[in-house]
Structures are given as structure tokens and as C-alpha cells.
């Protein structure tokens, strides 16, 4: 029975009279109505009735006295449990109980009363607690259940009390060495060990013998899918590698892993291979063909964990310049069903992915979405055009130009406003190449709106009024409604005119000019704004008075109208910090991209260990195009090695079978490509076709 | 590790939580969240002191809070661990959609998951074939007590006073559950006649396939020691076409095909299965690189040109892929030609459609409809439906939908062919013939005679009625678009084929059954703007 009667609130009067109505018999039906009454003391805890409930603890202790049954057992401790945290003095009436739990002769009982005695924060439970456990882990009669989860324990225990944990840890370091270990307890004390290694900054890293590793990593096989990520997570910096060799048989034991479906084992495997790759002189090709493709397949998953991924490949991506993935962008293509932000993450990756080759590609797919009904979309792929202009160099960049322009023609406002402000910075980046578009982008002077877009607008006004000879007249659209600007375009307005002065003193401009500066200085109230009209003014003024000496017209252009520095889209991260990021991979810090310590407080950061097999810098690593030299590893892996489906890749060892991959899927988009029909190709391999199909059909309509 | 997990409804009230670190206050960080969260926000949002970390199943969220003071904790661990969570939670509860009642009514069973899933926050085992060895026996399972009490109750006619008082308080909290829960009781009957033998087996062996279950991981998805009888194994290719044009500027905005493959596997043993599609024999690089396949199929084989597979237990889609077609392809239905004539002397208004099919001649469509929009037309012409409309069509029926202004055509069973089957219907509305009207309204002031009688529903009155409302009138893109329903069976539209399909079983070595069949349907979208 269970019902929401249950999750109600409840009076403790109401729940101790069932409770006590009851007792008397001892029939199985009263039994089931004494649980119902706890199961409703259980439901009022998790509501958060904690007066009403604090009553009811002399019945609890009661119950516990008298019952057996597991059910009735785990509603106690679980109500010592949620009460030990709120009032933890209230409970200790309940650890004698808790202790004679502990022997217990069901392993059930005994872990929960390890869980309970750990979990509640108060003086006597972690005397009791740190007495207790350290002896559990110790003793060898315990069962194997038992023992992990007093192992566990100690990790909570570490929490509160350091001092009686360090003397715990040379034991759990035998635990780990000892051989013929319950491989559950040998995962539960590595982790463990590890994490209280990581958590205490006064003690040094964990590190492990060469052959410790080795024989967590042969336990791999008959571990559980959680105990396996558990192992590759903790060996990870802690299992250093005295050679190149070790490097490599780790890597090749471990490799099989990235196949696994839990991306938590798969991610895992990947970020001890990458680790490990820091101890090694060379990699073959296939290694990254292999990363890839696990990548790839990791990404056809719930759409949290496909964002947790991307994160990571973004991360990959970023750490070396040679990256550990050779991803077809096709991959990172946007389908309408994502989430925001898994869209908004592969556009990054698609960025981050952009080169000369892949450029045409991405760019028909980021023109795609930019005529996109998804607004906030539309804009979002404009912007990651004209980041790709400012990033590549002079010919990609062009390219992105062109599809800027003919998305100018679409005409829709926000698509236009969206472009006018990439384009600044695109003109930035390169100040020269693209003089001809600037005729056509100012067509659009009067359809600009938003704030930014304005000011992008009379920035590529300013500085390019010498390609247009009515720049002056173009430039009053904005001047004449400068009191309702926003506050930003009005500085603008109020530089650009300056400007066009100085540049050029004439009547006209001087007219402008001047008043700019007096609205700005008499109209406005922003005291930014008045301040520095008064300074050009007063600058103005200087270099026209008998003063001039002082200040020389060329100064006072240099100072108005400086030389801007070429801007940079900054997407590399300090090298220090990649590394340790690429040791934290699945992790927060990997999906903020920032260092651990910014993200986590009171942690030593990861950094590599150093041995003797350890690369001086990153760069060091090559990747062998040749897959013979690297047999140790074809050999233990079955699997056939020869990912001929890996798209882009541009191999040395190309087979002729694979000639038609190289080729650019510009022929796959075949809207706007040549013509290829996709229907009616009768297919190579059967001789008879249709024989085929008659024999494999059913003919009877779907259901 | 997280220092707390919730499973909150979609107000995002905590139904259950499960404190791991001893969090002296647990509402509060559910009030947190509440108040930091965006639907539209990535699954890991930060925020005072704590990350918290989502995913989003049906109707509820699997939320886990971790401190910022806490280093060790693994966010794909997280993620991965609420994910798994979750389709235990399903299995458990034996159902395809969790809700809010469920949570409620089996918190304690949940609660017992966590504990046996999670210790301190490191997970332990998420495989529910092994969590029921552990948990079977305590489970409470409202569900099937419910049942029982039902089955109890139908049969023996409410004798015990008690369980009647339960039966009605159930009654009264919601009809709906309970037909529910004959759905499941139903749904579990089924699989157990089945399956008989597979459950028979792990009865007897449980710990056996523990052993299983962890030594030989790679397989995850299947346990060892299914048989059935008949070995059969069914593969359905479905495709849809999403299509859609501007008619009159005859621009294609979209042709695409989105397409699934289907399985329902009835297979004993470890069958090893291959499969090989027209597509991937010729390498082509568009299916190659737009398909994605079930975690089952060993993406190495692939590139051997075929798919090999051990397949999961009952129903599963192996692929799916998606692609596009060329603008100069045919579409499979083809409007043809839309023409609105208006005869302004005749006081009349033609609509005329003509569609015409473009696949293979021996098949045709089990299923055709075109919908033509009116509110167009209504808003050009002055449409008197006093008089009555007219409808003409070479195969199947004409309805007129006055309340959303659209004709449906209902075609039916069309031929293929290559442009030369053809269709057409003709729609003829009356126009408001003023002077006619007039000298009626004359006659009638005039006469003694009483008005002539009207037989059948007045149109113009209810047409009148159901549009007084919407005054604005505003045409929205959807009220021009003529769209198109359609099925038609085996075939695809890609071109799809499967060459053949293996079953091998090593060790059994039985006579198997394939069947495979071809479908292709319309998308949502599969219109013409006219």
C-alpha cells in the first residue's frame, strides 16, 4: 500500500496514535499500519516537518528496540539520519542502538549503521565513528560489502577528522599492493586513498609503483562500469610511468575502454590515455582516429551528457596544436530538436573546427541558420561568421565576407543589424581587404536600430569617409537624433564627429562638430558624456589658439584619431592551465574551461608528475603516419584498426577504396549543389535487385 | 561526489531527496535552484556557493548539488549517474513515463535505490538486472499490490470490508491510474507469456547472470539465456519526407528525409546479426556521415561495408540518418497545379488542385489526404454560403471545414508513376451576387409569400458564429499552405535497401525468421505555400 496519503503533512499525535493503535496486535495486518506510520514519518521528513517530527523520537527508538524487519530498520536510521543533521544532540540517544547494529549479523544492517554513524554531525557520533571504522578496514574477517563502504567511510570521515584518517592511509596503501584483494575493495581504497590525497593540500600526491598500476588496470576486466571510470579516474597523475614503454602498454590495456556505452568509462579512458600521452615520444595515427571516433559515437546521447562532451571536445580542441581529435565538422551540424545550448556549444566547436578546408562547409551550414524563424539562432550563426572572418586569414576570410553580404540581401532587420556590428570587427582584422563592401553596407544606414549596430555603423562611417563622398550627409542620420541615443552611441557620435574635424577642418564639419559638443555639454546629463566633450573642446581650442606650439595639428590628430591595433579573437588558454585541464577532463573545470582553483576552493591543482619518460612540453608528441610502426598495439587490440570512415582525415595511407572520402560533402548538400539524384541508383552488389527485396518484403500493410 | 540529489516535479518541488554530505538544509538549496533555473540554460548552472547539475526526463528533473568547496567530484560521473538512475527508475516501476505520483507513491522503493546505488556518493552499480537480486524481496511495489487487489476484487465481488475501502479510496484518487495500472498489469502478462522462459531462468540462475553481467561487459544491453520458440526478427525501415515549397515562386525551401530503422528482435541466445544496406556497399558519404547507430551495432564494421550487431532484446532502432535530396528529385507527391478562378459574371469562384505522384508504378499510397487551405480565399472574395458549394474530384471525397476554413481531399489509395498519374478536384463557392440579393430582399418586402424554405445547416450563419471572434484576420503562414498526408509502403524514398540480413547463433544454430519492410510517410511538414 503507498498512496499520497502519505506525503501529507501529519501531526506527530496523528502518527504516534497509528503507530500505538496497532501494537497490541501482532498480526501481519497491524504490522503493515505500524510501517504505513513510519513511512509517513519518512514522507513528513523529506516535507521538511521537522518540529512536528522531533516528537515522535521516544516511538523510533521504541520500534528500533523491538523490530527485526530491514524495512523498519532503514525508516530509523534514516530517521536518525535527516534529525542527526538539524539537531545532532537530540540523536545521541539513538547511538547505542546504531553501535549494536554494527554486530549485526546481516551485512545489510552493518552498512547502514556505518552510513548512519558517519552521517551525522555531531562530537560523540565521530568519536565513535573514527574508533570504529578504522577498525572495520583493518580487520580482515569483515565481508567484502562491509568493508568497502567502512572504506568509503573514511573518505567522510576525512572531512572531520584529518588526523585519525592519515594513520589509516599506510594501511589502505597495503590494501591497494596487496595482492588477491577483493577487487571492490581494492577500487574502494584506491579511490579513497586518492581523493584524500587530492582533498589535503599538506600531503603530497599520490603516487603508485609501476607495478600497483599495472594491477588496477588488469582488474579492469572484472570490474563494474562505475568501478572501472573509479580506476581510470584515480590513476590518472597517480600512476607515473617510468618509460616510454610502461606509457605505452597502459595506453594499450586501457584503449579497449573508449568503446564502453557509459560515457562516464569512455570519458575516462580518454583522459588517462591523454595523460599518459604525456609520457610518450610518439602516437600513432590510428590512437586519434580512435579518440575520434569514440567522441563521435559519445555524442549520440541525451542531450547533458552530449553537452558535457562538447565541452570536452572544445577542451580537446584547445589543448594542443596538434589536436587529439580529427572531427568531420558535419558532426557539430545544428538539428532543430537541440536544446539552446547544445546549440550554442556546437557552434564553438564549429568555429574552433574552422579552417581553410572546412570552411565552405560550415559556412553554407552557418548561412542556413542565419535565415533560420529562430531568431536568437539567425543572430548567433551571423556572429560565428564574422568570428571566422576575423580568425582566418585574408582568403577564408573573404569567403565570409561574401556570405555576409549575400545574407545582407535577405534584408530582414535583425539580420542586417547582426551584420552591420560583425563587420566592424571584421574591418578591423583586416582594414583594407574589404573597402568595396562598405558601399553596400551603408545602403542599410537607415534600417540600423539597436545600439550596437549603430555604433558599428558610424564606426565604419568615420573611418572610411574617405571612400564615400557623402559621408557627412549619411553621418547626420545619427547626428540629428543624437538626445535620444543611448549613451554609447552618443559617445560615438560625439568621437566621430571630433573626428571628421580634425580630419578634415571645414565649415561643415566644424559645424557638426560644433554642435555635438555643445548638446553634449548643455543638453546632456550624463557627467561622462560633458566631461569628455569639455576635454575634446578644450583640446579643440588649445590648437587653434595663439597656444598652438604646445599642441601641433599632427598630435592632435594622433591623439583623436589614432591608429586602432589589430584585434585578435583570443582563443588559446595559458598553456599551464590546458594541461591541467586536460587532466581534469569530465570534470566542472572542463566545462567552464577555467582552472580548478577558480572553480573549487581548498584543492592542489593536478599538475604531471615528473619521471624520466615525461615530455618537456606538449608539443613534443608526434603522430606517426605509418601504422606499422606501432604494432604492440595492433596486435592486443582485435579490433580491426583501419577506420577507413574516418571523413576528413587526410592520411598518407589512403586506400583507393577511400578516394570518394577526401571529397568535401558540399556534393552531400545537394539543395544548392549538382545535381545527384538519391533515388534511383540501382545498387552495384545484388544482381537481382528486386529478387531480393520480393524475398525479404512482407506484403502486408504496416500496422 | 554530489552533496545531495533531488527528483523535483516540473514545479520544481522536491519530491525525494537523498542527502549525501549531511546537508543541515536541504529545502534551501531546492529554493535555490528554483531560483537560479532556466529551462533553457545548459544542464550545469553555479550559483552561490553550490554547481547544480540537471537532466530533464519526462516530466521531471534529476537534480544533484554539489559544493564548491568540493573538489572530487566528477560532473560526467554525475550527469551519467542521474541519467542511469532514471532508467531504473523506469525499470523498476516497470513503465515507459515516470510522473509525479509515481515518485510519490514509491518513495520508499526509490529511496532504497539510492542507497544501494550510492555510497557516500560513489555510485556502485546501476544495472537493474543485478539490483533486483539485491533489492527483490523489500520491494514495495504499489503497482502490482494494486493489481493484486484489483483481480482480487473482481473476482471475489468486495468481500473483505477493509480492502474494499481501500479499492474505493483508489477509485476516487483517479480513474485514470487505475486504467493504468490494468495497462501495466496487461502489459506485464504480455511479456511474461513471451518470455516465459527468460523469466523462468533468471529465476533459477540470478546469480549466474551477475556473474555475466559483470565479466562480459561489452554487452551490456543483453542478458544471457533468452529463447524463444520462433526465432523471428523484424526490420522496418521508415522514412519521412519533410518537403516544402514555394509554389508560386517555385523555390524548394526544404527537401529532407529523415529515416529510421526499426527493430523488434524475438531472437534466443547471443545471435550475431549482419546486415547490409544499398547505402553503405556504395559508400555513400552522405548516409555515411548523417547516420547514427544504436550503441549495439560495432561501428568498426562498418566500414566492412556491412552492419553487424548483436541486437537488444525486443524493440530497439538500430539507425537513424537523415537526408537531403536534391531540388531537382521529385517530390513524392506533386502538386501539380493550384489555380483559384474567379468567374466575377457567373458570381462563382474555382478552386482547382491537381497532384501527381513520382514513385515506382506497382506501388501506391495506402493513405492520401490534401488539405487546401480558404481563409485566403474567404478574405479576397465575398463567398456567399447561402448557396451551396460544389465539389468535384476524380477519386475520393471532398469535406469542407467551415469552423478552420480548409477543404480536406481524401484521396486514399493513389498509383505510383513518374508524373503520369494524375488527381485533380475542383471546389466552386458562390460569390455574393449583390443585385440578385437585393431584389430578393424587394420580392420579399413586397410579397405576402412567405420566405421560401431552406433545407439542411445554415452556413452562412455558422460561418458567421465561429468567425465573430477572430476579428483581426490576421493570415498566418500556416492558413497558405496546402499540405499533404500521406503512407506508402515498401517502398523508400531514398532508395533504401537491404541487401540481406544475416542471424548467426553459434552455439544454437536455429532456423530464423527475418522480415523486412519499407515505408515512407509525410513529415509534419510537407506543404506547398501558395
Known sequence: ?703 | MSSCIYILDENLEPLISKNIKSIPNLRYIAQLFKRVYEPASPPITTSLNWHFIRIKRDSLIFLSAVHTSDYDCDIMCVISFLDQFHLLLKKFLETPVLDRNMILDNVLLIMELFEETIDFGIVQSTESSILKDYVRIKINMPDSTIINQLRDASAKDSEESDNEAKKKSKRVSGMPDLYKYLQISKSTNEKKTSTKDTFDEEGVDTYNSFIANTTVMPISWRTKGIHYGKNEFFLDVIERVQYFMDFEQGIIRTNLIHGQIFCKSYLSGMPKLKIAINKLLKRDAQFISNSKFHQCVSLESLNEKEIQFIPPDGDFVLCKYELKRHVNDPPMLKLSSYEVKAKIKKYKVQILVTIETHFKGQNSTSGLSVKVPLSQIFKDYEIDLRKPARFKSSTGNVLFNLSEDFLLWEVGAMKGGHGETKLSMTAEFALFNKEEYEKEVEELRNSMNPPPIREGPKLEELYKQIHEDDVSKTISLASNLVTMRFEVPYCTCSGLKVEYLKIEEEQLQYQSFPWVRYKTVSDEEYAYLV
Open chain 1, 1 to 703: 500500500m503507498s498512496d499520497h496519503k502519505i506525503f501529507t503533512r501529519y501531526k506527530a499525535n496523528e502518527i504516534r496514535a497509528e503507530l500505538q493503535s496497532f501494537e497490541v496486535k501482532k498480526s501481519k495486518v497491524s504490522a503493515n499500519k505500524r510501517k504505513d506510520g513510519l513511512k509517513k514519518i519518512i514522507a513528513n521528513l523529506t516535507l521538511g516537518n521537522y518540529n512536528e517530527m522531533a516528537y515522535l523520537a521516544p516511538e523510533i527508538l521504541k520500534f528500533w528496540k523491538i523490530e527485526d524487519d530491514l524495512e523498519v530498520k532503514r525508516i530509523c536510521h534514516e530517521y536518525v539520519r535527516s534529525f542527526g543533521i538539524v539537531n545532532p544532540k537530540n540523536t545521541v540517544e539513538a547511538l547505542p542502538f546504531i553501535l549494536n547494529d554494527l554486530k549485526n549479523r546481516n551485512e545489510k544492517i552493518q552498512i547502514m549503521a556505518l552510513k548512519t554513524l558517519v552521517a551525522v554531525p555531531s562530537a560523540e557520533f565521530i568519536d565513535e565513528a573514527s574508533r570504529i571504522i578504522p577498525s572495520f578496514v583493518n580487520r580482515r574477517s569483515v565481508p567484502p560489502d562491509v568493508t568497502r563502504t567502512a572504506i568509503y567511510a573514511l573518505k567522510r570521515l576525512d572531512e572531520v577528522n584529518h588526523d585519525r584518517v592519515v594513520e589509516c592511509l599506510p594501511f589502505l596503501l597495503e590494501l591497494i599492493q596487496r595482492e588477491n584483494v577483493d577487487p571492490i575493495i581494492h577500487v574502494a581504497a584506491l579511490n579513497t586513498l586518492n581523493s584524500i590525497h587530492e582533498s589535503n593540500p599538506n600531503l603530497q600526491p599520490l603516487k603508485l609503483s609501476m607495478e600497483t598500476a599495472f594491477n588496477s588496470l588488469d582488474l579492469l576486466q572484472t570490474l563494474n562500469e562505475w568501478d572501472k571510470a573509479l580506476v581510470l579516474d584515480a590513476l590518472t597523475i597517480s600512476a607515473v610511468p617510468g618509460s616510454h614503454e610502461d606509457a605505452y602498454e597502459m595506453i594499450d590495456i586501457v584503449l579497449p575502454q573508449l568503446q564502453h556505452v557509459n560515457t562516464f568509462v569512455a570519458l575516462n579512458a580518454f583522459k588517462f590515455i591523454a595523460y599518459l600521452l604525456n609520457y610518450v615520444d610518439s602516437v600513432n595515427e590510428s590512437l586519434i582516429k580512435r579518440f575520434s571516433n569514440s567522441i563521435i559515437s559519445l555524442l549520440n546521447k541525451p542531450p547533458e551528457l552530449q553537452f558535457l562532451v562538447l565541452r570536452n571536445v572544445i577542451l580537446l580542441l584547445l589543448s594542443r596544436d596538434v589536436p587529439l581529435l580529427n572531427l568531420d565538422v558535419s558532426y557539430f551540424f545544428i538539428e532543430f530538436t537541440d536544446p539552446i545550448f547544445i546549440k550554442d556549444t556546437k557552434l564553438e566547436c564549429l568555429y574552433l573546427l574552422a579552417n581553410e578546408e572546412t570552411l565552405p562547409r560550415i559556412l553554407e551550414e552557418l548561412e542556413q541558420y542565419a535565415t533560420d524563424i529562430d531568431i536568437q539562432m539567425s543572430r548567433k550563426a551571423i556572429r560565428a561568421i564574422g568570428n571566422l572572418a576575423v580568425k582566418l586569414k585574408h582568403h577564408s576570410a573573404s569567403e565570409c565576407v561574401t556570405a555576409l553580404l549575400d545574407l545582407l540581401e535577405f534584408g530582414v532587420e535583425y539580420v542586417v543589424q547582426e551584420i552591420i556590428s560583425v563587420f566592424r570587427n571584421i574591418l578591423r582584422k583586416h582594414p583594407s581587404e574589404f573597402k568595396s563592401c562598405i558601399k553596400d553596407l551603408v545602403k542599410y544606414t537607415d534600417s540600423v536600430q539597436e545600439p550596437e549596430s549603430k555604433n558599428a555603423m558610424i564606426w565604419i562611417i568615420t573611418n572610411y569617409s574617405d571612400n564615400m563622398s557623402n559621408y557627412l550627409q549619411i553621418f547626420q542620420i545619427f547626428s540629428s537624433k543624437f538626445l535620444e541615443e543611448t549613451l554609447d552611441v552618443q559617445f560615438s557620435i560625439l568621437n566621430s564627429s571630433v573626428k571628421f574635424f580634425v580630419r578634415d577642418p571645414n565649415p561643415k564639419t566644424e559645424k557638426i562638430c560644433m554642435q555635438m559638443l555643445k548638446s553634449c555639454t548643455e543638453d546632456s546629463n550624463n557627467p561622462d558624456l560633458r566631461n569628455r566633450a569639455f576635454m575634446y573642446w578644450s583640446l579643440l581650442s588649445l590648437a587653434q589658439t595663439d597656444k598652438a606650439h604646445l599642441l601641433s595639428n599632427e598630435s592632435l590628430k594622433n591623439i583623436l584619431d589614432g591608429e586602432l591595433p589589430v584585434i585578435e579573437l583570443n582563443t588559446k588558454l595559458d598553456p599551464v592551465i590546458l594541461e591541467e585541464l586536460e587532466l581534469n577532463i569530465g570534470t566542472i573545470a572542463s566545462i567552464y574551461l577555467k582552472p580548478v582553483s577558480q572553480i573549487f576552493r581548498n584543492t592542489r591543482p593536478r599538475y604531471l608528475l615528473p619521471s624520466p619518460a615525461l615530455n618537456k612540453s606538449r608539443g613534443q608528441l608526434k603522430i606517426l603516419h605509418d601504422t606499422k610502426n606501432w604494432n604492440n598495439l595492433e596486435s592486443l587490440d582485435t579490433l580491426h584498426e583501419d577506420f577507413s570512415n574516418n571523413r576528413s582525415d587526410k592520411s598518407a595511407h589512403k586506400k583507393s577504396m577511400m578516394n570518394d572520402y577526401d571529397k568535401p560533402a558540399e556534393t552531400v548538400n545537394q539543395l544548392k549543389g549538382k545535381r545527384k539524384s538519391s533515388s534511383t541508383s540501382p545498387s552495384k552488389l545484388s544482381r537481382k535487385p528486386s529478387m531480393l527485396v520480393r524475398k525479404l518484403s512482407i506484403r502486408k500493410p504496416f500496422s
